[in-house]
């Protein structure tokens, strides 16, 4: 099945090695992943900020690059969240672009809702068993209902063991992290606290965004537990974002 990657502009621009492992495991599940190039951010963050129309415009650009009818794939539930659900309010009045809209928000799927739910494949053979924690991001959790498909991909490792943290927002959200930096700080916090709990070897989520802010504090903290995106824990790679 031909697939069409959006990787995010946190992953293209800091994580590569996370875009990298979700082409990885597209490929092993039997997909074959396309990079549309002119594909840039979704307009998230500006649409966060309160910049409508400046979010509208990426929104427009990214409609236009992705509109081959081939599903698209993304390795974020913010991200994802954000075309499913934003882009058709953003477009609520213009009824030619709310078409166009709708109809990418329904062919976009977050990496473990298109493996377990569309290509129903939990199993891929990872090869590295290891004691996780796994975060279940807020836009990932409450934004797109998704909590059992990473659960089940990552169960699925051989002689590995789960553990689901409790959710809980890392304080992250953007610019949040930047406007509230105190509350954001305490926020991670009881991250931080509920994952030392755990005696987990590695955290493990699905959205870079949130496992940068985690790993930003671990890293603070003076502890060696570092944080995987989900792609990377399915292809076996060393835990740790750069």
Do not use: W
């Not at 994580?15 to 039997?30: D, I, N, Q, R, S």
């Not at 549309?36 to 910049?51: D, E, I, S």
């Not at 599903?71 to 499913?84: E, L, T």
């Not at 890293?219 to 076996?236: E, I, K, P, V, Y």
């Amino acid at each position: 099945m031909k697939v069409q990657l959006l990787a995010t502009c946190i992953v293209d621009s800091f994580f590569p090695e996370v875009g990298e492992a979700t082409v990885e495991v597209l490929v092993k599940a039997g997909a074959h992943p396309t990079f549309p190039a002119a594909q840039t951010c979704c307009g998230q963050p500006l649409l966060n900020a309160g910049y409508t129309a400046e979010a509208r415009a990426l929104a427009i650009h990214t409609i236009e690059t992705f509109s081959d009818e081939a599903p698209v794939v993304v390795p974020s539930g913010s991200c994802a969240d954000m075309i499913r659900h934003r882009y058709p309010e953003l477009f609520a009045t213009v009824p030619r672009a709310l078409g166009q809209a709708r109809a990418l928000a329904d062919r976009t799927y977050e990496l473990s809702e298109f493996l377990i739910d569309q290509l129903m494949i939990a199993d891929l053979a990872a090869p590295d068993a290891r004691f996780i924690a796994y975060y279940p991001s807020c836009h990932l959790l409450r934004g797109l209902g998704i909590d059992r498909q990473p659960i089940e991909l990552l169960k699925a490792i051989p002689g590995g063991s789960v553990q689901r943290l409790e959710p809980d927002c890392c304080g992250f959200g953007g610019l949040f992290s930047v406007d509230h930096a105190p509350i954001s700080k305490e926020m991670l916090l009881r991250i931080i606290r509920q994952i030392e709990d755990t005696g987990a070897e590695v955290v493990v989520g699905c959205d870079a965004s949130c496992l940068m802010q985690i790993e930003g504090g671990l890293r603070r903290a003076g502890s060696a537990l570092r944080c995987s995106h989900l792609s990377q824990a399915l292809t076996g790679r060393e835990p740790g974002l750069r």
